[in-house]
């Protein structure tokens, strides 16, 4: 039986089914801290019977500052997945599809627009896995991996795959044929 809890420190010692996989991006301890106090209630782990850590997400609410209204890259107050990851023996249980909805619920509550995530256009597991859970491609982000593991040039292409929640009733913040508008990773606010 696997359960879902908030994520502790001590959870840093115990990340090794997760975090050995190749398709897993690693973080340094104070990154992983830095989402713990400022978001705990959008850090998830997953655990197995045993008490293993076979699963995890990390997402946090954010929004662009005020003065970047008017461009057209503004985002506003949403939640942001910033890693969800399963361990492989763990993986086709649903588990991504669980984390993901405790994340959109809070998120929900908290008044939020939608959900984002940025994910390697050539992960194509990955991008069918949220396309199934309502997620759809907003745009393409060029060469925001430093690296692409196809082989296919310097870097790789992201997706900026959205979910609109309730408060988005017209749905103003999805975009059809979103895989055909591209943008440069300056024009992402990082603040």
């Given at each position: 039986m696997t359960s879902l809890r908030a994520f502790r420190p001590q959870d840093l010692f115990h990340m090794n089914l997760t975090n050995l996989d190749p398709l897993t991006e690693n973080y340094n301890i104070?990154?992983?801290?830095?989402?713990l106090i400022n978001w705990p209630s959008l850090f998830?782990?997953?655990?197995?019977?045993?008490?293993n850590i076979i699963g995890y997400m990390m997402g946090k609410l954010e929004e662009d500052p005020f003065y970047r209204q008017f461009s057209p890259h503004y985002l506003p107050h949403?939640?942001?997945?910033?890693?969800?990851t399963i361990s492989p023996q763990s993986r086709r249980l649903g588990l991504a599809q669980h984390l993901t909805a405790a994340l959109e619920h809070a998120c929900d509550a908290a008044?939020?627009?939608f959900v984002d995530l940025f994910v390697r256009a050539g992960n194509k597991s990955a991008v069918n896995l949220y396309k199934g859970m309502g997620y759809s491609v907003f745009r393409v982000v060029v060469d925001y991996y430093s690296d692409d593991p196809t082989g296919g040039g310097a870097g790789e292409d992201a997706f900026d795959m959205r979910k609109p929640l309730k408060r988005d009733k017209k749905r103003e913040h999805v975009r059809e044929n979103g895989e055909d508008f591209k943008v440069e990773p300056e024009d992402l606010w990082h603040g």
């Open positions: 104070d990154f992983y801290m830095h989402y998830t782990v997953a655990e197995d019977q045993d008490g949403h939640g942001h997945i910033t890693a969800l008044n939020a627009w």
